[in-house]
Nanobody, 128 residues
Framework: QVQLVESGGRSVQAGGSLRLSCAAS????????MGWFRQAPGKEREFVAA????????YYADYAKGRFTISRDNAKNTVYLQMNSLKPEDTAVYYC?????????????????????WGQGTQVTVSS
């Protein structure tokens, strides 16, 4: 069983930055690819970013490219999402998710149902 706990969400003004963290309680964190997703009120959960087990490859939604950076520290069992130049449309609950496996395709990493474990989410609110 994997437990994921997100933190770092808060209210911020447009143009500001936040760093989200997701701590995993698991014996071998490096067995998992990790992803960040978000869900705004009334909308479906959508892909934000993902990173492979060793951090060698990262993937981003188009709206996140150039503004968001995903990273991981396997020694700390933690994945991060650095978000810069935040916009009001980035307002959402942000979730981290874990996918078991070291051979993970880009398409799978972008797909919600492919992930095995989810955190409870952290609220990010961006005001104009």
């Amino acid at each position: 069983q994997v437990q994921l706990v997100e933190s770092g969400g808060r209210s911020v003004q447009a143009g500001g930055s936040l760093r989200l963290s997701c701590a995993a309680s698991v014996r071998t964190f490096s067995n998992y690819a990790m992803g960040w997703f978000r869900q705004a009120p009334g909308k479906e959960r959508e892909f934000v970013a993902a990173i492979t087990w060793n951090g060698a490859s990262t993937y981003y939604a188009d709206y996140a490219k150039g503004r968001f950076t995903i990273s991981r520290d396997n020694a700390k069992n933690t994945v991060y999402l650095q978000m810069n130049s935040l916009k009001p449309e980035d307002t959402a609950v942000y979730y981290c998710a874990a996918m078991l496996g070291t051979l993970t395709s880009a398409s799978r990493l972008r797909t919600t149902r492919e992930y095995n474990y989810w955190g409870q989410g952290t609220q990010v609110t961006v005001s104009s």
